[in-house]
């Protein structure tokens, strides 16, 4: 069979679900692969690189739709794209089957299979093709790096000839994947580090990284993360409370704030109010990786970088994977590669959808024409 992955359309996406590395895994496991043109350059991958790992390079996105058996996205399909599927092509992608209800019912009508990798199950076997988490580490690294450019000073102390300088106070509010990704990186640039998170079995995780968790004045505490599977539940009004009360209090003191609260099937919670973001010293930053779901921060335009009135750049990018496109490509492709691994057992080249393996089946949110998303509970073992 034949893989193939066409150029991302969404405008400002640099990504490549294929890189000359991962081409050469899937042909082991017997694939022919084949790449549009141009499909791998913004993130570092010239169309010669593929070639000489053994990738056919073709013109044009139809002929690369037609001819592959198993097209590899990074993006959810354009309905152009979704129209060039059929029965016995399958294609694997970010599909947020939730919030895409129509396109998943147009792309299930297709008869076509549907691989979301954002489907993919949280446990352990499943890491290797957790895409979510490679994204999110990259967003956690990426957005420190990210506030330091818009930071007009050190992240480390530092005594100089010309006077001692204070290290910078970072605070990451949601310790999940990308801010644990966000504390180790501040922490690796000398900055003095508080993390939150409504979950109290990260606490330990923090310390041992070397920063501090932020306590709050609350009987409670937090939420038992282990009732939620991991995640988050909407806080009770007054934990919220005792939480926002806390970031009042310290918000004058800190520089930088990365905000990446969640809630599953929710808008992100607003944690950092207008009135905390005008308490902050000029020249503070705020990077709220939760723009796109509404924000963890009042001032936030997803897309856009804002500098509040006391001089507070608001930061609310929502492609910080696609910045460090050679790197995202890289993991997202062996995410992809891992999927397939296990999606040709015999490693005969040929794709086989067992739906009775629990990985395989929650990612699977089309087979044949038939829609099989929510995938059933996870089996108690
Ligand atoms: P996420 O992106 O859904 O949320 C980010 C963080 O925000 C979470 O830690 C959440 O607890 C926190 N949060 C929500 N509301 C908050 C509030 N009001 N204040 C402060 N913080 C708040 O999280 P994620 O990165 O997808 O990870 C969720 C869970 O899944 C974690 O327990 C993680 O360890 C687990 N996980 C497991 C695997 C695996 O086993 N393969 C892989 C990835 C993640």
Request: hydrophobic fraction near 45%; charge should be negative.
């Amino acid at each position: 069979m034949l893989i193939g992955s066409p150029r991302e359309r969404l405008e400002g996406e640099a990504r490549v679900a294929m890189t000359p590395d991962s081409a050469i895994q899937l042909q082991k496991l017997g694939y022919q692969c084949a790449i549009e043109t141009g499909a791998g350059k913004l993130a570092g991958f010239s169309d010669d690189a593929y070639r000489a790992a053994g990738v056919t390079v073709v013109d044009t996105a139809e002929t690369l739709f037609a001819s592959a058996d198993v097209i590899t996205k990074v993006r959810p399909p354009s309905s152009d794209e979704v129209s060039a599927l059929s029965q016995g092509k399958t294609l694997i992608s970010f599909f947020y089957p939730a919030q895409n209800k129509d396109l998943l019912d147009q792309a299930g009508a297709t008869g076509a299979n549907l691989i979301a990798m954002d489907m993919v199950p949280r446990i352990s076997r499943a890491q290797k093709m957790d895409a979510l988490s490679s994204m999110a580490n990259i967003a956690g690294y990426r957005a420190v790096i990210e506030a330091g450019n818009n930071f007009g000073r050190f992240f480390t102390g530092q005594v100089t000839a010309a006077g001692k300088i204070p290290p910078a106070k970072v605070l990451v509010i949601g310790a999940g994947v990308a801010g644990l990704a966000a504390v180790g990186t501040s922490i690796s640039l000398g900055a003095i580090t508080y993390a939150f998170d409504v979950r109290p079995e990260v606490a330990e995780q923090i310390e041992s990284m070397g920063a501090q968790f932020v306590f709050l004045d609350f009987e409670e505490q937090q939420q038992d993360g282990a009732a939620t599977g991991g995640y988050a539940a909407p806080s009770s009004p007054k934990f919220r409370e005792a939480q926002l009360k806390k970031f009042r209090e310290i918000a004058p003191d800190i520089d930088i704030v990365i905000t990446t609260a969640l809630i599953p099937g929710r808008d992100a919670p607003k944690l950092w109010l207008a009135d905390m973001v005008a308490a902050m010293k000029p020249g503070s930053v705020i990077v709220d990786l939760a723009a796109e779901r509404g924000g963890n921060c009042d001032l936030t335009v997803a897309g856009e970088r804002i500098v509040s009135d006391n001089g507070v750049a608001v930061i609310g990018y929502t492609d910080f994977p696609s910045r460090m496109a050679a790197q995202s490509s890289t993991l997202y492709a062996t995410n992809i590669r891992h999927m397939m691994t296990d999606l040709t057992l015999k490693k005969d080249g040929v794709i086989v959808h067992n739906m009775e393996d629990d990985v395989i089946r929650g990612a699977t949110v089309a087979l044949k024409g038939e829609i099989t998303y929510p995938p059933p509970p996870p089996k108690i073992r």
